[in-house]
């Protein structure tokens, strides 16, 4: 069985999933099919629920009619049969229905999950109205029923594939199953997300889960650049990546992966590809465990990131300082990015900036603490990247008009990562690009 999944432009117009209906038709593998939301569309909700949580209902109410209409214009772009249309119809009903009535009732975090929630669930309702119009025998599996995770936000493959088990079982002639990517149910049992992007985090949870032969994220580029193509001009495609590669690449800003959607694949070696559904024959990434040849493959920033910088009060780190300071950090639940140190400070990353303020009260008992903003992680990404000769020199001097702000390397053996300020990531990526790959 294989998983095979779309992202937000893949579904983006009804000729878009028209196109994925051919996709996933042509061959005979069994098949699970996770979708993302249309494109566009867990914007709308999220501002929707912003605008919700400060009351402002009147504009929210307006976003939610904004976003009605255009589904309305989808609908009979997609389907044509009258009883497939009125089914259509009567999905966008159902759901436009429901964000109304979220409008008059007193706003939760819950309730606004419970809004992010819709896109996928109309997605793959459409999805699954418009195959049926076209005579493809599927079945529609509510994520919802199978995709948890734990009180830390954590979801597991056990969990996952004991529950997902049991409901393939109930369906031994079915060859394809469509489901929603990014929705998921909490310890609590209410609706919950696996943060944005998180539909390829349940493409590689279900592969997991079901140990399927392969996990397909379709989305709409040819695989893995060697660069940012938003921000670079002359990127190129990667075809073979090592898991530890990808996850490295996902994890430190390459929007193409969810942050976490490696592991579960690496872990249950199910090898992933990144594939385009406007471009369905050209090749890709293919992403296994096999290394890949030495070297810098790609470079990823991941922007709004807070750099610490912890003094001993003291004049030398005596030990148990370090001890001192991971316990803050752990205390509030906060992971650290990147970490340096030298004889009398460490400096550390973090993206979540949620307990920023009793970490820095904390850390100051016992430290002086200095923060800065606006920060950008740069990684340079490659199997054992420093063991070719001349690429931590060709790094270096790319940047050598840069105020690097924090350097690591050697924690990883496949990772190069800089801080520098925000306002100078295109440049330091620009830089990279032809300094490192002799791309300009
Ligand atoms: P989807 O909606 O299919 O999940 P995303 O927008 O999440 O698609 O991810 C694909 C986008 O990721 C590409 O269109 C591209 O602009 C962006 N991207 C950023 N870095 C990279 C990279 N290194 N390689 C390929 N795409 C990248
Ligand atoms: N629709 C969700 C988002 O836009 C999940 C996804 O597309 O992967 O973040
Ligand atoms: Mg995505």
Redesign the pocket.
């Known amino acids: 069985m294989k998983i095979m999944k779309f992202?937000?432009?893949?579904v983006g117009k009804p000729q878009r999933m028209q196109e994925v209906a051919r996709l996933i038709t042509k061959d005979a593998e069994p098949k699970i099919v996770v979708l993302?939301a249309v494109?566009g569309t867990t914007n709308a909700l999220v501002e929707i629920g912003d605008l919700i949580s400060k009351g402002k209902r009147e504009e929210a109410k307006q976003k939610i009619d904004t976003l009605e209409a255009q589904y309305k214009q989808f609908v009979p772009e997609l389907v044509q049969k009258p009883d497939a249309l009125e089914k259509a119809n009567n999905i966008l009903k159902e759901h436009f229905e429901f964000l109304n009535i979220i409008l008059r009732i007193s706003f939760s975090e819950a309730l606004s999950k419970d809004i992010l929630a819709q896109g996928e669930l109309i997605s793959t309702k459409l999805f699954s109205v418009y195959l049926t119009e076209q005579g493809i025998d599927h079945e529609l599996l509510p994520a919802l029923e199978f995709m948890s995770i734990d009180a830390n936000d954590d979801p597991h493959v056990e969990v996952i594939s004991e529950k997902l088990t049991k409901i393939l079982q109930q369906h031994p002639a079915k060859k394809l199953f469509i489901t929603q990517g990014y929705i998921c149910r909490n310890a609590r049992g209410e609706v919950d997300n696996l943060k944005r992007?998180g539909?390829?985090y349940t493409a590689s949870l279900i592969a997991a889960a079901i140990k399927a032969s392969v996990c397909e994220i379709w989305?709409?580029?040819s695989g893995?650049?060697n660069?940012?193509?938003?921000i670079v001009n002359k990127t190129v495609p990667i075809e073979r990546l090592s898991f530890d590669e990808a996850a490295e690449l996902a994890y430190f800003g390459?929007?193409?992966l969810h942050p976490a959607s490696i592991w579960p694949a690496q872990h249950y070696n199910v090898p992933v590809k990144l594939l385009n559904t406007m471009e369905p024959d050209a090749k890709g990434t293919t992403i296994e465990e096999k290394p890949s040849s030495v070297g810098a493959k790609?470079v990823?920033a991941k922007d709004g990131i807070i750099a610490i910088n912890i003094k001993s009060s003291r004049m030398l780190l005596a030990y148990g300082f370090l001890r001192k300071v991971f316990e803050v950090f752990e205390k509030y639940r906060t992971p650290i990015d990147m970490i340096t140190t030298s004889e009398v400070a460490v400096s550390v990353t973090i993206d979540n900036a949620s307990a920023l303020n009793n970490i820095v009260r904390e850390l100051e008992t016992f430290s002086n603490v200095t923060v800065d903003k606006d920060q950008t992680i740069i990684s340079i990404v490659g199997n054992e990247i420093g063991a070719q000769p001349g690429t931590l020199k060709k790094v270096f001097d790319s940047v050598s008009n840069i105020n690097v702000r924090m350097v690591s390397f050697g924690g990883s053996i496949h990772n190069i990562s800089m801080l520098v300020d925000s306002v100078n990531k295109t440049q330091v990526l620009q830089q990279l690009n032809s300094g490192v790959f002799g791309l300009s």
């Not at 992202?7 to 893949?10: A, F, K, N």
């Not at 660069?227 to 938003?230: I, L």
């Open positions: 992202g937000g432009t893949s993302s494109s992007g539909s390829d989305t709409d580029i893995m650049h660069n940012d193509p938003r390459a929007k193409i790609a990823a």
